[in-house]
C-alpha cells in the first residue's frame, strides 16, 4: 500500500489532518508525519532530516505521496527528497495539491490499493467535489490553465494490440500538434492525466493499453473537426496494421537473427563487459544572459532536429519512422517548456537544463511498464547526446571497469573518438551496420571489432566472461573450451606476426605478382590521420578531406589559415602525391556564416561543388589556398558530386582565375595542376568518355556512388543484407564505364571508397581497372601485402 | 595570510552567530513588514546552535564544520532559511571535504558551490528580492578581486553585498510569503538579504 507523508509547520495541523483521514480509511493506511521543529515539534517549521526519516518509513512499501502546506516545508521536503537513497527516491511523488483535501482523497486512493500514480490522481482531483458544489456554474476553477469554456471531448477505446506504443503516439502527437488550440489527453481506465496531447512523453506517461478508454478534450479552433478526425484516426489504429498480430516496433540494439560481422581486424582473447556510460561532468555554471542562452539552445535543437529529418545524422540503425519519432520528441511542448524554465528562471546554462530535463524523462520512461515504451528511453537518450553535441558537451563516455572488451549496443561516432585505448582491447557490438561511420572510425583507429552480435548475447548477462573474438571473420565465442583457447592462441600469434610483416613491407610499394605496381594511398582529414598514413606506408594521399576547416566556426577560414592548416598537415608526406578535394559539405547548417536558405532535400540539394559555385569568395579562397601550397608539396585538386560537364566546366573556369590573381600578384605555386574529380554521381559514370576528356584523373566515391546507384541510406541496417553484400553488380558495370572511358583518354582511374580496402572487393576494382586505391591509413599495410599476392589476369 | 583555515571557518560561523543575535529585532522587524516576523528569530537560534557545535570541530577538516553547520540549521531554523541557508552550507561542505585549509581559487569555488545550490534549491533569480540579490554580486565580487587577495576579495564582496541588499528595498518580491504582499513589498528590504549581507561582513572580519 502507498504510504502518505504529511510535511507542516504546524505539527498539530498534521497530526490533526492524520487523524481526520484515518477515521475514513482506518489506521491501515501508514501515514507519517515530519512537522514543527525545536522541544516536542512545538515551534513552526520543517526540518529536512526528520521529513527524510517519514518518507523512507512511508515508502518502504509501495511508495510515498508527500503533501506539504507550504513555504519552506516545500524547501526542506526537496531537500529532504536529496537525502533519501536512490531506490526510495524513484517511488515518491510530491503532491502539488491542497493539504487536507488532498490528504483524504490519497488516503481513501491507497486504502483501495491504488498505485503511486493513482494515489497522486486522486489528490489531484480533490477540490473539485468542493468546488462543484460551491461554485457549479463555474467549473473552470481547477481545470488546466488554456483550456477554455469550448473545450469538447471524446472518449474512445484503444484498439492497439500493443496499446499506444511508440509509433501511434508519435502519429497522435503529430496530429494534436496541428490542432491550433490546445489539446488533452487522459486515461480513463487508469485515472491518468490529463496531460498534453502535444507532449511525446506525457502521451507515453499514460501508459495506454489495448482497451483502455481514452478522452482526447480539445479547445480553441475548430473542435469538433479535429475530435472527428482523431476519432478516425484511433478507432483505425493511428497507422498500426490492426490485423497485425505482432505489430512490435523495432528493437535498437540488433536483430536477433543477424549474425555477427567482422569489421575491423584483430583477434582478441580477453574477458568482455557491458559498456558503462560514464556521465561525463556537465558544467554547472549559471547563465550569465538568459535571452542569448535560450537562443543557444533553441539553434542547438533546430540543428538536431533538421539532422534527423533529413537523415544526415548516421547516428545508430533505426529505421525512418524512430528517426520521426526521435525528431518528434525534440518537438514536445513540454521538454522544451521545462528548459526554458530551468533557463530563464533558475539561470542555468543550456547543456545543464537541458540534461537535467532529459534525464528526468529517460528516468520516466524507463519506469514504464511496456517494454516497448521503455525503449524509447534509448532514442531520449540519443537526442540528449546529439543535443549535448551541439552545444560542444561530451555527454557520454564508454568505460570498462577493467581491462577487456566492451560490450556496447551501439556507438556513436564521437564516442569511438573516446574510447579509451589503453583499457579497451577490442569493442563487440549489438547493432550497428557495417559502413555506418561508427564502424569506419572504428577500423580506423585499429580496434578488432565485430558487429551485429545480438544473437550471441541475446538474454546472456556476461559481465567478466571470458570471450575470443576475431575481427575479420566475426567469431565471437563467449567462455570458450581450453581447446579453443589453445586454437584462437595459434591462430592470433599468427595474425600478430603477419601484421609485423605487413608493416615492415608498407613502406615499400606494392607489386602485384604479375609485376604491376598499384599504389596505396591514404584517406586524411587531420594531422593524426596524416602522421598514420606516413607510418603505415602511405604511397600518396588520395582524399584529402577539407570540409572539417570550414564547419562548425561562427565565420569561414582565411585564405592564410586554409595554408597553415594545410603545410602542418602535410609535413609528414612531405615528398608524396596529395589529392586534395574540395569542399564537400553538405546544404544543412553547419557552415552558419553562409546564411544558406532553407531546403527540404539539403542531400541533393546546394551542396559540395555547387556549394561552391554559388558563393565565389568562398571557393576563390579555398582554390588560391591550395594552389600555393603546391608551390611546396606535390599536390593535385579534385571536385566532388560532379553531375554535369556545365559543373564541371564551371569549376576548372573558377580555378584558372584563381591561379590568374595568384600570377598577377607573383605568388608562386604549381601551374598547370593536376586537377581530377570525384565519381559518385551515377550520371557522370554514365558519361564517363565525355568527362574523361576534360579531367586528368577520376576517383570513385564508392559508398556514394553506391548509394546513390540504389537509392539506398549506407548507414541503415535494415537495408544491409541487399546492399552490403560486396559491390552490386548495376554498380560493376558503371564502374567498366568509368574505367572505359577512362583508358579512352588515357588517364588513371583511383578508388577512394571504403570498397578499395576489402581485399575481395579491391580484386574487383583492379580487374575493372582501377589503378590506384586510396583507404583510412589503417588497413594499408594489409592491402598491400595482398597485393603482393595477386595476378591481375586472374 | 592568503588562505582559509578550519580555525578562521569556526571564528567566522561563531562572530556570524553574536552579529546575528545583535541584529535579531532589526532582522524580525523586517520580516515583520514583508513576512511572518521570524527571521531574526530563526537565525540567532539557528546559528547558535551553529557556533555550539563547530568550536568543538576547530581542528576537523573545513568540509566537515561547513557540513555540521547545515544539518544544525536544517533541523533549528523553521522557515525557509534552514533550507536555503541548510543548501549553501551542505554545498560549500562538499567542495572542502578533507581540506584542513583552502587557498583563494578553493575558497572562489566554495562560494560559488554555495550560491548555485541557493538558488537551485529557491528557484529564485537576481530581482526576485530574496537573499539572491545580495549573494550574487557578492559571490561575484569575490572572484574578481581574487588576485588581491583574500581579504581586500572578501571586504570588497560585503560591499557588494550590502549594496545588493539596499538594491531590494524598492522592488516587488517574487519569491517567498513576501511575495503574497505583491507591491506593497515595496519600500522594505528584504531581510533574507541583511542576514546575507552580515553574512560575508563577518566573513571579513576574520581576515
Known sequence: MVGIVLVSHSHELAVATRFLVQSMTGSEVHIEVAAGIGEQFKELGTDAVEISNAIAKAAQDEGALVLMDMGSAILSTEMAVDFLEDSVRNKVKLCPFSFVEGAVAAGVAAKIGGSLNTVYNEAKNSLMQKENHLTPENLSLTKPVGISMDQESVVLIVPNLHGLHARPVARFVELASQFPGDVQITNLTTSQGPVSGKSMTSVMSLEVLKGHHIRISAAGGDTRGFLNKMKEEVE????????????????????????????????????????????????????????????????????????????????????????????????????????????????????????????????????????????????????????????????????????????????????????????????????????????????????????????????????????????????????????????????????????????????????????????????????????????????????????????????????????????????????????????????????????????????????????????????????????????????????????TLEELRAAKRQLIKAHETLKSENIAHQWPIKTGMMMEVPSAAILAEEFAREVDFFSIGTNDLIQYTLAADRGNTQLQQSIAKGIPSAVVRLIRLITDGAEKAGIPVAVCGETASHPELAKILLDCGVSELSMNPKSIPEVKTWIRSVRLSD | MNELTNQMVVSWLTEYAKVLEENKTKLNELDREIGDGDHGENMARGFTAVAGKVTGLQNDDIGTILKSTAMTLISTVGGASGPLYGSFFLKAAMTATGKQTLNPDEVKALWEAGLESVIARGKASVGDKTMVDAMRPAVQALGANLQRGLKEAAGQAALAARSGAESTISIVAKKGRASYLGERSIGHMDPGCLSTQLLFESFYKIF
Open chain 1, 236 to 643: 483505425n489504429g493511428l497507422g498500426d496494421d490492426l490485423t497485425d498480430t505482432e505489430t512490435q516496433d523495432t528493437a535498437d540494439s540488433g536483430d536477433a537473427d543477424q549474425q555477427p560481422i567482422g569489421i575491423s581486424r584483430g583477434i582478441v582473447i580477453d574477458r568482455v563487459y557491458q559498456a558503462q556510460v560514464h556521465e561525463s561532468d556537465i558544467p554547472q555554471s549559471l547563465a550569465e544572459d538568459a535571452t542569448s542562452e535560450m537562443a543557444v539552445f533553441r539553434q542547438a535543437v533546430a540543428e538536431v532536429r533538421g539532422n534527423l529529418k533529413n537523415g544526415k545524422v548516421i547516428l545508430t540503425p533505426t529505421n525512418q519512422k524512430i528517426f520521426l519519432a526521435q525528431a518528434a520528441l525534440l518537438d514536445d511542448p513540454e521538454i522544451l517548456k521545462n528548459v526554458e524554465s530551468l533557463i530563464t528562471g533558475s539561470k542555468r546554462n543550456a547543456a545543464w537544463a537541458w540534461t537535467e530535463v532529459i534525464n528526468q524523462n529517460i528516468k520516466m520512461i524507463e519506469n514504464l511498464k511496456d517494454p516497448n515504451l521503455r525503449q524509447r528511453a534509448s532514442d531520449l537518450k540519443d537526442i540528449k547526446r546529439l543535443v549535448l553535441d551541439r552545444l560542444g558537451v561530451k555527454a557520454e563516455v564508454l568505460e570498462i571497469p577493467e581491462q577487456g572488451i566492451l560490450l556496447v549496443d551501439n556507438m556513436t561516432p564521437g564516442q569511438v573518438t573516446d574510447l579509451n585505448r589503453s583499457k579497451i582491447s577490442g569493442v563487440v557490438c549489438l547493432g550497428n551496420g557495417p559502413t555506418s561511420h561508427s564502424s569506419i572510425l572504428l577500423r580506423s583507429f585499429g580496434f578488432p571489432a565485430v558487429i551485429q552480435a545480438a544473437s550471441v548475447f541475446k538474454d546472456k548477462n556476461v559481465n567478466g566472461a571470458m570471450l575470443i573474438m576475431d575481427g575479420s571473420t566475426g567469431e565471437l565465442i563467449l567462455e570458450p573450451t581450453r581447446e579453443q583457447l589453445f586454437d584462437f592462441r595459434q591462430r592470433q600469434r599468427r595474425e600478430e606476426d603477419q601484421i609485423r610483416k605487413e608493416l615492415e613491407g608498407s613502406q615499400k610499394a606494392a607489386v602485384t605478382l604479375d609485376g604491376k605496381l598499384i599504389p596505396v594511398m591514404a584517406n586524411i582529414g587531420t594531422k593524426q590521420d596524416a602522421l598514420m598514413a606516413a607510418e603505415n606506408g602511405a604511397d600518396g594521399v588520395g582524399l584529402f578531406r577539407t570540409e572539417f576547416m570550414f564547419v562548425n566556426r561562427e565565420n569561414g577560414p582565411t585564405e592564410q589559415e586554409q595554408v597553415d592548416i594545410f603545410t602542418d598537415i602535410l609535413r609528414p608526406l612531405k615528398d608524396k602525391p596529395v589529392v586534395i578535394r574540395t569542399l564537400d559539405a553538405g546544404g544543412d547548417k553547419n557552415i552558419p556564416y553562409l546564411n544558406l536558405p532553407n531546403e527540404p532535400n539539403p542531400f541533393l540539394g546546394i551542396r559540395a561543388i555547387r556549394l561552391c559555385l554559388q558563393n565565389e569568395a568562398l571557393f576563390q579562397s579555398q582554390l588560391r589556398a591550395i594552389l600555393r601550397i603546391s608551390a611546396v608539396f606535390k599536390v593535385e585538386i579534385m571536385f566532388p558530386l560532379i553531375a
